[in-house]
Structure formats: structure tokens, C-alpha cells
Nanobody, 120 residues
């Protein structure tokens, strides 16, 4: 069982920056991969960025060059630095953890979500 707690969401103007943080209840060295997803009203939840224990990252095309995902093994946190924010980035952002090499219901965990609103 893994508990994930997100923080850092809020209201920001277009072109501004925001930093999200996800704190895990277990050592992240025991987690295969962690990432951030987002869901806008009326849309499907989509991957924003992910990072494996080996440091391999994956980003959605829409955020490449603007967002950066990082992890801190000492603090058991995964952060998402968001720069040059756009109105279309507005969504609820969810932290995700996967304990296995493949995604299965039994080993996938989600945070409660944090709202990010970008005003134009």
C-alpha cells in the first residue's frame, strides 16, 4: 500500500510558473515508476510526465520543454516544475505510483489530486 499526498496547486497567470510536489508514504526506491497525470473537465486523464527509478523520463508532447519532473530519494518526493504555463494546462493534477514493471490495479496508486488553474 502506498499513500500519495500532492501539494503546490493553485491559481497562476499565463506565462507563470508553479511547482507541484508529491510525498510518498514509502521509500520511492521501492517504487518502479512515479508520474503526474492531469484531467480537465470533460476530458480523459492523460499522462503529463513520468520518471523511473533508473532516471528515465517521459513527457507529453504538449509539455516538453516547459515541464520538468524530478525525484528526491532522501525525502521520498517527486516534483513537477511547470514553467510557461498556458490556459490549456488548467486541470486537476494527480500523482501516480506503480510498484511493478506493468500497470495492474493491485500495484497502481493515486493521490487525491490538486487543482491547477491558469488564467489568461
Amino acid at each position: 500500500q502506498v499513500q500519495l499526498v500532492e501539494s503546490g496547486g493553485g491559481l497562476v497567470q499565463a506565462g507563470g510558473s508553479l511547482r507541484l510536489s508529491c510525498a510518498a508514504s514509502v521509500r520511492i526506491s521501492s517504487i518502479y515508476a512515479m508520474g503526474w497525470y492531469r484531467q480537465a473537465p470533460g476530458k480523459e486523464r492523460e499522462l503529463v510526465a513520468a520518471i523511473t527509478g533508473g532516471g528515465i523520463t517521459n513527457y507529453a508532447d504538449s509539455v516538453k520543454g516547459r515541464f520538468t519532473i524530478s525525484r528526491d530519494g532522501a525525502k521520498n518526493t517527486v516534483d513537477l516544475q511547470m514553467n510557461s504555463l498556458k490556459a490549456e494546462d488548467t486541470a486537476v493534477y494527480y500523482c501516480n505510483a506503480r510498484r511493478g514493471i506493468v500497470a495492474l490495479t493491485a500495484n497502481v496508486y493515486w493521490g487525491q489530486g490538486t487543482q491547477v488553474t491558469v488564467s489568461s
